[in-house]
């Protein structure tokens, strides 16, 4: 009889602990806890003042952006996804 006492005390224990694996999944899945792949790693991008944003292209994760200043002067910029300036090019016009 006692072996049958802790068989039920066992799987009891199995039980709660089952239910707080699945709890704490629950959670995490939900947003409860930051991943390591979450949007605040991305980078933020500085433009001059006065910008106006063109064009945007993105490829191959990296992104590319045309803009123009109040000057009148465009420009070409490419950034890697964690907002690290990878090219930066004066667009000039021929005539």
Known sequence: MAWLKALVIGMGVLIVAGIGVVAVTLVN??????????????????????????ETH??????AVRYALPDGRMYLDVYEP????????ELVEHK
């Open 29 to 54: 899945r939900m947003g409860g806890a930051p991943t390591a792949s979450s949007s605040s790693t991305a980078g933020r991008i500085e433009m001059p003042q006065g910008a106006q944003i063109l």
């Open 58 to 63: 993105l490829d191959g994760g990296r992104i």
């Open 82 to 89: 964690n907002g690290k300036l990878v090219l930066k090019t």
